[in-house]
Every structure is written in structure tokens, then in C-alpha cells.
């Protein structure tokens, strides 16, 4: 029997999708009640207010604010490749528009906010500029995660997905840190050791998808794998450097802790190769069911009649 063909769905829907899917990127911060972490360099210290703001503006959250827009990139970009036999003409340019308005607004107000707020003194220039030099590259790299997700090969979408994976820990436990304050909890010690191992199983399970069938896919798999060992180290250092009030004012030295920081946390093998070997057996597992899957199909497909005696 052949498919119900379906007429591709309308350019509207195409940009409420991309908008959709940003806002859903924004959930775990907007369900905190999204109100701006306190400001080092407020004008008024003595005023407790925190305004209501799309993004969380601080130093303290340049990982989070990462996490936030890349993951909006990428449901965006999933949703078009489901979706990919109702696309119509500019469907991409369309979800690429939805996605784009909601982070740009989100990146502007909640940097006006801020700065209104903000003492008068060029440490507030170099610290708004700084913040928001990481949100554009994060709107940048989710624009970049979408194209890819959306429209390119299995090994590009592969890479994007995989560096998706790794924000999706902060994107997640971001709601929950409240909660994850309590050291002697026991569930929360569960939680932490969930969101610690999650990169290594998403990006197996990418991996596991795409496969090792062309040499473009496993250059995917190494990519994935690099990503895997390099960006958890990356964020640890910018965390630690960006969180560190003491190094504020001296910028060239909180680049030497954090580049400290990174090489410790990229050399450090108990904390590196465990989630590389997790990663590298599920994607090989999956792969290996895969393809007995693809194959058993094709074999079924193909109407071959028992061998008769």
C-alpha cells in the first residue's frame, strides 16, 4: 500500500514551531519565575528588587545562558527534521525566523534590564560586554545547531546533536538547583550522578545513530567524542574562572585560571575517559542493533519465499 501523501503544513506554523521551540529552550529558567540573579556592580545595593528577566544575566550563569539558547536551536532543528516530508519552500528560513525573534528578544531585553541597573564605571562596561559577547555566540551556535539538525547530512547532524548534549545537564538541573543545594540528601547525590553521566549517554545514543556505514560518519563519531572530552572541561574552566568575585577586576588573570582549569579538568583521566568509554560502548552497541534491524527489514521487504525441501 502506498503512504497517505500530506500536503506540507503552512509557512505560519513553520515560524510558530521555531518560536515554540526557543520559548521551550527558555522553560527551565522561566519556570524559576525568571527573575535576574543579583548584580555584583548594582548601582543600589541596598535594593533587593530582581526584575523579571528572559535570560539570566551574570557572570555566575554564562553556561546556563549557553545551554538555554543552544537546546531551543536544537528542538527547533529536530522538530524540522521530523517534519521533513511537510516542508514546504523557505520552511528552514521560516523556523529559522521563529527561533531567531525569541532569542533576540530575550538577548536584548534581558540585557537592557541589566545594564539600567548597573553602576556607572567602565567595570560595567567591560562586564555587560562580556556576557553579551556569550549570548550572541550562543544565539550564533544555536542558529548553527538548527541548520545542521534541520537540513544537513546524518554526520553533521550528528555533531550537532552531540554538542547539544553536553548543555543539556545545565539545561536541565537549572530548575533544580535548589533542591541539588542539599548536600546530604541522598536522591540529590542520585541526581547529580544522572546529570553527570547524561552527556555520554545522549551522545552514545547519537553516535548509535548515526553510525560507522561511510568514512564521514565516523569522522562524526571522533568529532562527537572530542566534543564529549573537551566541552564538560571547557564549561569547568568558564565556571570557575567567570565565578571566581576575586579575579573580576583583573581579567588577564582570571584567563590564566581558567585555561589552568581546563587543562586540569581535560587531563584529569578519572573524570575524562569513563563518559568517553560509556559513550563509545552504546554508540557501538546501538550501531550493531541497527544494522541487524536494517537488515532484517530489508530481507523481510523483499518477499524471498522460504527454500522448499
Sequence with gaps: ?????????????????????AVAGLLPWLITG?????????????????????????????????SLLVVGGAVAGLSARTLRH????????????????IQVIAVVQSSVVTVSMLEDS?????YAAAVIAVMVVSLLMSMLVLLLTARGPVPGAAIALSLTAITVPGWIGLPLQSYLSLTN??????????????PAVLVGAVMAWCGFRTAGRVAAVVVSLAALWV????????????????LAPYPAEMAD???????????????????????????AVGALI??????????ESSGAAPLRR
Design 34 to 66: 525568571a527573575r535576574l540573579p543579583l548584580q555584583n556592580l548594582a548601582a543600589d545595593q541596598t535594593d533587593p528588587a530582581t526584575p523579571f528577566s528572559l535570560l539570566p544575566f551574570s557572570q555566575y550563569f554564562l553556561t546556563t545562558i549557553v
Design 86 to 101: 511537510r516542508r514546504p519552500r523557505h520552511a528552514t528560513g521560516l523556523l529559522v525566523l521563529g527561533v531567531a525573534v
Design 1 to 21: 500500500m502506498s503512504s497517505i501523501h500530506r500536503p506540507p503544513l503552512s509557512g505560519a506554523v513553520w515560524v510558530l514551531v521555531g518560536a515554540g521551540s
Design 185 to 198: 540528601d541522598p536522591a540529590t547525590s542520585a541526581v547529580l550522578l544522572l546529570l553527570r553521566w547524561l
Design 290 to 299: 541497527s544494522t541487524a534491524l536494517r537488515r532484517r527489514t530489508r530481507v
Design 257 to 283: 585560571y581558567g585555561i589552568g582549569v581546563f587543562v586540569m579538568a581535560l587531563t584529569a583521566v578519572d573524570l575524562a575517559v569513563p563518559p568517553l568509554i560509556v559513550a563509545a560502548c552504546i554508540g
Design 231 to 246: 566541552g564538560p572541561a571547557f564549561f569547568t574552566a568558564v565556571s570557575s574562572a567567570a565565578g571566581t568575585r576575586v
Design 122 to 126: 567602565s567595570r560595567r562596561v567591560l
